[in-house]
């Protein structure tokens, strides 16, 4: 017994966009149904470790497409579930469509249509786009037609791009090939596009089929034909196939299969409306009964009833519709308005496809006048009169019912992206308390969330929680709490409304190129279906990361400009010690003095050497002063004209000046400045000088010559001093 709800975990590299979404909201429908609760992970095995994050949490993982380090989860033990990807090393089953079903009924309405130069369009790294391949490859050789590898165009990717990218190798061999199966709606369309752009007719010249039937193939111009396959129908095959383990059963590794149906739209060639009115007309007359209303049944749904399901299972309102339509026709008294109006809000939910819900009008009118027609009945102006009206009445609600759906999720996008506006803003402009608080996700329907960064990034093995959030108060973990990564977040703290209900739990990895931060956790409703890839939640974890790269960068450039100031401090109050220190005289033996030098040299310095030298030599009646600028930082034409001064004034009293510390730097310094120290004598070191008068006496350093490294030496076609 566990002592918290049954878990199911998933792994999908992406939240959002039409497969992904579909995908996980099929599971998340399965869980609700059994009373279970859904955590869904943002990453691959490899990528968050699987094995140890929420390891506490879930009893079972279901990993979506892509399957990096899944050895590692086969090892953990928990029953394993892959989608569209078969995984050997696992020893699991796999949640497929079926493909090679689906390929064959598309390949071979193709060659019945007369084709025999087919091509194929898919990207190859896809096992399931492998699958469809080979199903392509089945399908000519069950119907005698070689194939031919050259037929074979491998697309980059599963998107638009890639169709388009083929069209031009296609269209370099047009007239050859007559009709191209792709291995995706998206692949399919993109083909489509670049073929027309070309002057390339679809399908006179060339016939195109698709496969997933995503929204966009039904207003494709012409709509495309293809292979419908539910991704919410594989969401709940994968979630069956792990609760089933979890029961106990004996669940056999490999594909299981969801199925398949063909789609006939006009990019094959096909009317497939007016086929299916035709086909309508040949069957039985059963007086507007049961066989009506299977034929209503099947021109909306994705699948076909099984014999024996009444076609109210699948359409509820279909009786509802009848009884209007043969009330019509007898002049009885009609249904409620609300009634139809009920009834074509269903059949809007079934398919949102306009060509079919047409149909439902079209074969509503053609079964009147086949009824009128086989009982031999005249024409009655006045039963055409109502049924007109009521094939109206059906044709408006319809459309109304359409727009509203549509109405609808343009109303839940707005609300996404004025949701989506108002974190950005808050993430990109809020403070780093408001950043942590994840008060930002008022402006998101977000029930409850706790955000946790790494303890230690290098490990990552605990993450310390740093912010909390709860909309109906629900409790959260204290802030400043340590976490396992097997137990994040604490199940014991999870809303109750994450069980059974409609919300799920979300698991997102806040990284950036520089760093792995931690993980978001949030419970809230699923995201709405969106054409690309990267929804809600996957920007509020870009926008997370940035603003705390951000706070992480302002907060070293504050500590950086703190240490800088204290460096400014330190170094004004040296300045400040040199200046009080001014600028000591020192007799070092007779007739010789030391004036050693610290810090910058300004105006004012330099008339304070000034006076010290020539104060000094009157006094002690100096024959020879050592100007030692070691501690001087910088020497520039101001310095060396000052100290040029120095040397001139003690000239005048009879002593000579002799500079210390000229280092190659220095000189060279001095030399790309283009500055004439004239005849002042330099030495490169106090310890050089002291040498030289402890040997040769004040004479030797009279003689001035400067010693290697001294600007006059450094100066070409000059001699030494």
């Not at 140890?52 to 989860?73: F, H």
């Not at 590794?253 to 199925?259: I, Q, T, V, Y």
């Not at 703190?562 to 200046?579: C, G, I, K």
């Not at 002291?690 to 001294?710: K, T």
Request: charged letters at 20%; glycine letters at 10%; a negative charge.
């Amino acid at each position: 017994m566990h002592s918290r709800p049954t878990t199911i975990g998933v792994l999908t590299p992406f939240l959002d966009g039409f497969y992904f979404n579909a995908v996980v909201r099929g599971i998340h429908e399965a869980v609700q149904q059994r009373g279970h609760r859904l955590v869904v992970v943002r990453a691959t095995p490899e990528l968050v470790e699987a094995p140890s994050l929420a390891r506490d949490l879930v009893d079972g993982w279901i990993v979506v497409l892509s399957t990096d380090g899944i050895e590692r989860l086969a090892r953990a033990g928990v029953p394993l579930v892959t989608v569209s990807t078969c995984a050997p090393e696992a020893g699991c089953p796999t949640a497929m469509p079926d493909n090679a079903a689906g390929i064959r009924s598309a390949v071979s309405h193709l060659i019945e249509h007369g084709h025999r130069r087919i091509a194929f369009v898919g990207c190859l790294e896809q096992e399931d786009i492998r699958a469809r391949l080979e199903g392509y490859k089945a399908t000519l050789a069950e119907r005698g037609i070689p194939f031919d590898p050259g037929l074979v165009f491998e697309a980059a990717n599963n998107w638009l791009s890639g169709g388009q990218d083929v069209a031009a190798a296609i269209l370099a061999r047009r007239g050859d090939i007559t009709a191209a199966v792709a291995g995706t709606d998206k692949n399919a369309l993109g083909l489509m596009s670049a073929l027309q752009a070309a002057g390339c007719r679809v399908p006179e010249d060339l016939a195109v089929t698709g496969f997933d039937d995503i929204a966009e193939a039904q207003w494709a111009a012409p709509p495309l034909t293809t292979v419908r396959q539910r991704f919410d129908g594989l969401g709940r095959l994968a979630c069956e196939l792990v609760l089933a383990k979890l029961d106990g059963e004996v669940v056999p590794p490999g594909p299981a299969l969801a199925p398949t149906t063909f789609v006939q739209r006009r990019s094959c060639g096909c009317n497939a409306l007016q086929g299916f009115l035709r086909a309508g007309d040949a069957a039985p007359d059963d007086d507007l009964g049961d066989l009506l209303a299977r034929q209503m049944v099947a021109l909306l749904s994705p699948h076909a009833l099984p014999p024996g399901t009444p076609p109210g299972s699948a359409w509820p309102g279909v009786t509802r519709v009848l009884e209007g339509l043969t009330a019509a026709i007898e002049g009885a008294t009609p249904p409620p308005a609300a009634g139809i109006d009920d009834a074509c809000q269903q059949a809007v939910r079934l398919t949102p496809d306009v060509e079919s819900l047409m149909g439902i009008v079209r074969l509503l009118g053609r079964a009147f006048r086949r009824r009128r027609a086989r009982r031999g009945e005249g024409v009655d102006g006045a039963a055409e009169d109502r049924v007109e009206e009521f094939l109206e009445q059906v044709r408006l609600s319809l459309m109304l019912a359409r727009l509203d759906a549509e109405r609808a999720f343009v109303g839940e996008l707005g609300q996404v992206v004025r949701s989506d506006h108002e974190v950005s803003l808050a993430l990109l402009g809020g403070s780093h308390d408001e950043l942590r608080s994840l008060s930002w996700l008022d402006a998101t329907s977000t029930m409850w969330s706790c955000l946790g960064l790494w303890e230690d990034p290098a490990t990552r093995e605990r993450l310390v929680i740093v912010g909390t959030y709860s909309r109906d108060g629900s409790p959260t973990p204290p802030l400043g709490s340590v976490v396992p990564r097997e137990a994040f977040p604490p199940a014991e703290l999870l809303p109750p409304s994450s069980v059974g209900g409609p919300y799920l739990v979300s698991l997102l990895p806040i990284r950036t190129l520089q760093r792995d931060w931690g993980i978001l956790a949030t419970v809230g409703p699923g995201s709405p279906e969106i054409a690309g890839d990267e929804g809600s939640v996957a920007i509020w974890g870009a926008l997370l990361s940035a603003a705390l790269e951000r706070d992480a960068l302002m907060q070293s450039l504050s500590e950086q400009h703190a240490s800088l100031l204290d460096a400014f401090e330190r170094e004004r109050a040296l300045s400040a010690a040199v200046r009080e220190l001014g600028c000591p005289l020192i007799p070092l033996f007779e007739g010789v003095l030391l004036v050693p030098l610290i810090g910058e040299l300004d105006g004012d310095r330099a008339r304070q050497v000034l006076e010290t030298v020539v104060e000094g030599v009157s006094r002690h009646g100096a024959r020879c002063v050592l100007l030692d600028i070691t501690g001087v930082p910088l020497v520039d034409a101001q310095v060396a004209h000052a100290l040029q001064q120095t040397h001139r004034a003690a000239g005048l009293l009879g002593a000579r000046v002799v500079l210390v510390g000229v280092r190659p730097e220095i000189a060279a310094r001095l030399v790309a400045l283009d500055v004439d120290l004239g005849d002042l004598a330099t030495r490169k070191s106090l310890s050089s000088a002291l040498d030289e008068v402890a040997r040769g006496g004040l004479r030797s350093l009279r003689a001035g010559r400067g010693d290697a490294g001294s600007p006059r030496e450094l100066r070409p076609g000059r001699g030494r001093a």
